[in-house]
């Protein structure tokens, strides 16, 4: 579990500003000011919007929900600090996913003296910590139903009663959720409460991952030099070779991973102040997933030269890829029909159907006909021309 605390004064900023005359450029500075920078894209400036809208309405929750690492603290953190009624009252986070499942309702709602062993003093717990400001419940998907159930009538009635307490206490709190996957499809699938998505999803922001934010890399990069500058010294410029290839990773962990990537090219850098692709090659900063991005890159720039020259359709492209790929996955060695497809994400019978569509199952399906229904997965056989999976 995280928990942190902050107030107005320790932001260094003001939020006096009429909502009506707020432009894109006083935006950008203002969330600039709390770490949310290089904000130029077009799906950033909504959401800006959003934000500073949100922070204005204190009392209703809010849901945000983005990738790992896009910066999901720091925009809830951004809208407590731009709320006149709560800004100066503590902003608790609460990592929900840290928490183990036998402590969290303790952790989250508080317990009297002696309400179970091993508690000997009272505890208030993180709720009543954040009266009067904001509880942001960071990956909230992780709370177990037990606790989402009873968060759901907190935020229903507003009022806490710590375990083993026969008395229940108000409690004013703005509730700031957040996730790293859609809510909606965890409902969908029951692993999420539905009432309590709903009483969390009065408010909607969706942060984007960075791969969606190509124009805002150059300025991200140059922002985390500048953090860094008194280590490795200033950075004045980005390469532009360097540019064209961040764009084609795939940043997986968003913001965070750019940042880390930007202190190894710091390392790594021996001379001047421009970022180049060599620092990016150098010291392991382009890691594995690098060479899979520039065959895809190439794959679909060859594909694309094809279309236009009328060799080849959309869906012809499309097949092509999938028939090279399962041609591949059918080289190698020692796998089952079972375990292939497990390595491909689908189901045995979709793996037989596809194979059967691009003509690559005859071998299979003799070896199926002639085979027991009881004794399980068989090894996959040569199908024309192809390396036996043994």
Known sequence: MEVDAMSAPQAGYRTAV??????????REVFASMGLVSTCGPQMMPLLRQAWKAARISDVPLLV??????????????????????????????????????????ELFGHARGAYSGAHA??????????????????????????????????????VRPIGSDEELPVDVRVIAAANTA?????????????????????????????????????????????????????????EQLLRRLERHPFAGNIRELEHAVQRMLFAKSTGDCLTLQDWTSQGTAPPERRTADVLQSAVAQSWLSIQQG???????????????????????????????GKLGISERSLYQKLHELDLSIGMDRAESTGSRDSGPRPMTQTKGLSQIA
């Open 311 to 341: 060799l080849m359709s959309l869906d012809g492209a499309l097949g092509s890829f999938e028939r090279a790929l399962l041609e591949e996955a059918l080289r190698s060695k020692g796998m089952t029909r079972k375990a292939l497809a």
């Open 122 to 159: 009272a505890r208030s717990g993180l709720f009543l910590s954040a009266r009067g400001g904001t509880i942001f419940l960071d990956d909230v998907n992780d709370l177990s139903p037990n606790i989402q159930a009873k968060l759901l009538d907190v935020l229903q009635r507003g009022r």
């Open 18 to 27: 009429n909502p009506a005359q707020v432009n894109d450029e006083t935006l």
């Open 65 to 106: 929900e983005g990738e790992t690492g896009t910066g999901k603290q720091i925009l809830a953190s951004a809208i407590h600090e731009l709320d006149e009624k709560r800004r100066r009252c503590p902003f608790v986070t609460v990592a929900c996913g840290a928490i183990p499942e036998s402590l969290a309702e303790s």
């Open 183 to 239: 809510l909606e499809s965890l409902v969908g699938e029951r692993a999420f409460r539905a009432d309590l998505y709903y009483r969390l999803n009065v408010i909607h922001l969706r942060i984007p991952p960075l791969r969606e934010r190509h124009c805002d890399l150059e300025a991200l990069i140059l922002e985390f030099a500048a953090r860094h500058k008194a280590l490795y010294g200033p950075i004045a410029a980005v390469d």
